[in-house]
């Protein structure tokens, strides 16, 4: 409770670069030679000790180790008087605590740690906007002004609730102009919409930027997705002219199932059972925003049933136009595969994410030729008597 006292000391009067040296004060408490507070970095590659660690700046990579492990598994991991805790903020993973312990943890000692993780955790997501240790730890490479627009009106990359679960990746992380993605629950209504913005750098930037805050502005004024297709449209012609912007904007109802979106000019999405491909949803229903005015029709909205478990990708063109060293593109084909053999292994949805970001980057060597963004969707109800569906 005296090192649970101590960090709550933090919540009110403390700069993100505080949290460092009150883990280390706080260790002898719990038992503890160490607690490090290792923070994520853009591209998932790489855990750091956040800004402020005294005596340590190395990394621990996400791929084979134990600190990996914890991230990639959001568990807890142990070996030679070492933990590993997952640092989630709701769903989204922070990073890991690196514990160092004196003797082996007993069942009370793994309590009290996850309780301080959980904390820690709480207080990396509740600091990190009131300074620029937790920013300054996860870049690893200079961010171009394109990019930090775009990154700073994106939502965490995960969210779950009880019954749906939403994840996205986004690369290259610092130099991406075009792509974005946005969700949101309401009630009993997972919104999630994707967008590919024409063009790159600073007006691509602003074009996004227009695009996801009317998307925001209609959906919070209570628009169903044909006048919220209507209102962006319109926003994009009037602000920039010319300029267009591909697109899904959907809607999960999470007590029946039912799946309703608008593609504006987009691939359709990735629909799983499983690990087996269902048929591919009708698209385009609906001209690229800023375009719609040349069709004097509304937008189609299409329904799909969802069943229990089943998972929707949301994808731009840059995952599967991905080409390889010889022009092979990436493809449908090879996507659908990845995500299928992902989710019959049980990984977890946002590794799943990581994983795939990493493969497409692998797969055109290094260098993407166009934005790469992906959105995961999964409807996991109850089951009758209250068991959990999960993945």
Known sequence: MEAVRRLLDLRHRSRPEDLPPALAAVAPLLGADRLTALIIDYEQISLWPLHGTPDDDEPRKVDDTLAG??????????????????????????????????????RRLHRDLRVIGALAAELI?????????????????????????????????????????????????????????????????????LFDTVGHGISASALTTLTLNTYRNARRSGLGLADTYRSIDKWIRLQFPGAFVTAVL???????????????????ELHLRGDRAMAALPTPTALPLGLGHMLDRPPGVTELMLEPGDT????????????????????????????????RLRI????????????????????????????LLQWRPSRPGGARLTR
Not at 148 to 163: G, S
Not at 252 to 259: E, I, N, Q, R
Not at 315 to 329: F, K, M, N, P, V
């Open 69 to 106: 492990r914890a991230y990639c598994t959001a568990e807890t991991t142990y070996a030679e008087s070492h933990l590993w805790l997952p640092l989630l903020h709701g769903a989204e993973r922070l990073g890991v605590l690196e514990v160092r312990l004196d003797t082996d943890p007993d």
């Open 348 to 375: 977890p949805a946002p590794e799943v994410m990581r994983r795939l970001i990493h493969t497409i980057v692998s797969y055109e060597n290094g260098e993407l030729r166009d934005d790469a963004t992906a959105a």
């Open 312 to 343: 929707l990708v949301l994808y731009t063109d840059g995952i599967t136009e991905a080409r390889s060293a010889d022009g092979e593109l990436f493809g449908l084909e090879r996507l659908s595969a990845f995500v299928g053999e992902a989710l």
């Open 250 to 268: 959907a809607e999960l109802d999470t007590t029946t199932g039912a799946y309703r979106r608008v593609a504006a000019g987009h691939p359709a």
């Open 125 to 193: 997501a509740s600091r990190r906007f009131y300074g620029d240790a937790v920013e300054r730890t996860r870049r690893r490479l200079p961010m171009q002004l394109a990019a930090e627009i775009i990154w700073n009106q994106l939502p965490p990359l995960t969210f779950a609730a009880d019954d749906a679960l939403v994840t996205a990746v986004l690369e290259p992380c610092y130099d991406v102009g075009g792509d974005a993605f946005d969700y949101a629950a309401n009630g009993d209504v997972i919104h999630v919409a």
